[in-house]
């Protein structure tokens, strides 16, 4: 995880952004439990 960030989004309460290991990031939307909703490519 290389940053965290709680959001205002009708979907989602929480914006987590990973790097995998080829380097590569994704952004991972989390609801108020925790749960997964949905995961975006990060392009750069």
Known sequence: ???FDRDDD???LYE???TL???SDRDV???AN???VS???VQQ
């Open 29 to 31: 939307d989390l609801d």
């Open 10 to 12: 009708w979907d989602h």
């Open 1 to 3: 995880m290389t940053d």
């Open 21 to 23: 290991d080829d380097g």
């Open 34 to 36: 925790f749960v997964v």
């Open 39 to 41: 995961i975006d490519d």
């Open 16 to 18: 987590v952004e990973v």
